[in-house]
Nanobody
Framework: QVQLVESGGDSVQAGGSLRLSCAAS????????MAWFRQAPGLEREGVAS????????YYADSVKGRFTVSRDNAKNQMYVQMNSLQPEDTAMYYC????????????????????WGQGTQVTVSS
């Protein structure tokens, strides 16, 4: 059973930066596509970024392109997202997700494309 644990959430001022981490255990991390999702109160969970098993392919939501960077360290079973120029609309619970193998570009941001989920870490951005 794959377990995912997020960390790094915090409260920051607009314009600030945060780095979230996702630690994976219990599966074959290096053959899994990993992703970050977020969910604000009253809204659906949305895909933020996804990274292929070897880290060579990444996808981003339009709302975070140029501000967020997803990366992974397969030797440490960790995935990260560096979030810069944070805005109040980035406030949400951020979730780590995983699936075996690759994900097709057209469906990378669907929650149904991922099998395993973490419990989330809260990011709050104040203006």
């Amino acid at each position: 059973q794959v377990q995912l644990v997020e960390s790094g959430g915090d409260s920051v001022q607009a314009g600030g930066s945060l780095r979230l981490s996702c630690a994976a255990s219990g599966g074959t991390f290096s053959s899994s596509t990993m992703a970050w999702f977020r969910q604000a109160p009253g809204l659906e969970r949305e895909g933020v970024a996804s990274i292929s098993p070897r880290g060579s392919v990444t996808y981003y939501a339009d709302s975070v392109k140029g501000r967020f960077t997803v990366s992974r360290d397969n030797a440490k079973n960790q995935m990260y997202v560096q979030m810069n120029s944070l805005q109040p609309e980035d406030t949400a619970m951020y979730y780590c997700a995983a699936r075996s193998g690759i994900v097709f570009p057209a469906i990378w941001s669907r929650t149904s494309s991922y099998t395993y989920w973490g419990q989330g870490t809260q990011v709050t951005v104040s203006s």
